[in-house]
């Protein structure tokens, strides 16, 4: 009798988790809330050129110091209903929302793992590599910050871009891994190879689209940000970023033209769209790429 050639795995019942997975989770959760407590800092300190590690948390307007009971992620908003404590101003719900979404990235970051290479919730791609976490973990923190800064400034720091693109190189010595490469040398090699296509190839259609349209279409910040995700996630990642990137900000584009909230030609950041689809791709890019690939392969082969 023949054997099927495709065993269709069945979704993981969440009792098939063992208790260090769902210790674990509740921890990568926390600890993402943390760390979107310090970006929301970043983000603030960053393009006013203060440092982000002096002095303490304190209102912008006041400048009276935020108490640590006052610091703690997601609850203490939501507990001052998203006032200073001492002056009443209003603080952004932004800080509320990126300490809820990097806990809920990290999570799904961490959810990626599991010691036996098999079925992941939610389709995410399989790691065995417990390495690879806390990679992508820098990864996402390094994407947020840059997507909230582009909003509100339209700029992408180079701390971010060319930081991503030193920290991407160093840390594929470190973790070949990150690449399928066996060893720091062709980790490195293949890092060198992301970077420089995510760089090359944004900067050939900034490039193309002063020519076209005469004007600035992109900036120069996007295309170091490629670089940055090609030196981490590689050449493939820096395809399915370029093309799932325009189809989102077309869509988005188009519908914000369409519901008159933007005339066409104001200025929208390009920059939050290239993270999100690199975050994508961290999650399922390397799924919806084989199966692309499976649809451009000829039957029979
Ligand atoms: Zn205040």
């Not at 050129?49 to 948390?57: D, F, G, K, M, N």
């Not at 609850?75 to 001492?86: D, E, I, K, T, V």
């Not at 952004?92 to 990126?98: M, W």
């Not at 939610?122 to 910050?145: E, F, H, K, M, R």
């Amino acid at each position: 009798m023949d054997m099927p050639s495709e065993v269709l795995m069945p979704p993981l019942p969440l009792t098939d988790f063992p208790m260090w997975h769902f210790m674990f989770s509740a921890l990568a959760l926390t600890w993402g809330t943390c760390i979107g407590s310090f970006l929301n800092a970043c983000i603030y300190r960053i393009p006013n050129e203060l440092s982000v590690v002096h002095p303490r948390s304190f209102c912008p307007i006041c400048r009276m110091k935020v108490a640590w009971y006052d610091n703690i992620p997601v609850f203490s908003w939501m507990n001052l209903r998203g006032r200073c404590r001492s002056c009443r101003t209003f603080i952004s719900p932004r800080y509320l929302l990126v300490e809820c979404l990097v806990g809920v990235l990290f999570f799904l970051a961490w959810l990626k793992f599991d010691l036996v290479d098999g079925t992941r919730p939610l389709g995410l791609v399989a790691v065995c590599d417990w390495q690879l976490v806390p990679v992508y973990w820098l990864v996402i923190s390094g994407l947020v910050l840059g997507t909230f800064v582009d909003f509100e400034h339209l700029i992408i720091p180079d701390r971010v871009t060319l930081g991503g693109i030193a920290a991407g190189l160093t840390i594929s010595i470190m973790v070949p891994q990150l690449h399928n490469a066996a060893g720091p040398v062709t980790g490195l090699l293949w890092s060198a190879v992301g970077a420089v296509s995510g760089w090359g190839l944004l900067w050939g259609v900034a490039v193309m689209g002063r020519l076209m349209f005469k004007k600035e279409a992109m900036g120069f910040g996007d295309v170091k940000l490629l670089g940055a995700i090609g030196a981490f996630l590689g050449w493939r990642a820096v395809l399915f970023t370029i093309v799932i990137s325009s189809l989102l900000g077309s869509i988005v584009g188009i519908t914000l033209v369409l519901i008159r909230a933007r005339r066409l030609q104001s200025k929208i950041p390009y920059g939050p769209y290239i993270a999100l689809a690199a975050v994508l791709w961290i999650y399922w890019g390397p799924v919806v790429w084989q199966a692309y690939m499976g649809l451009m392969r000829p039957a029979g082969l």
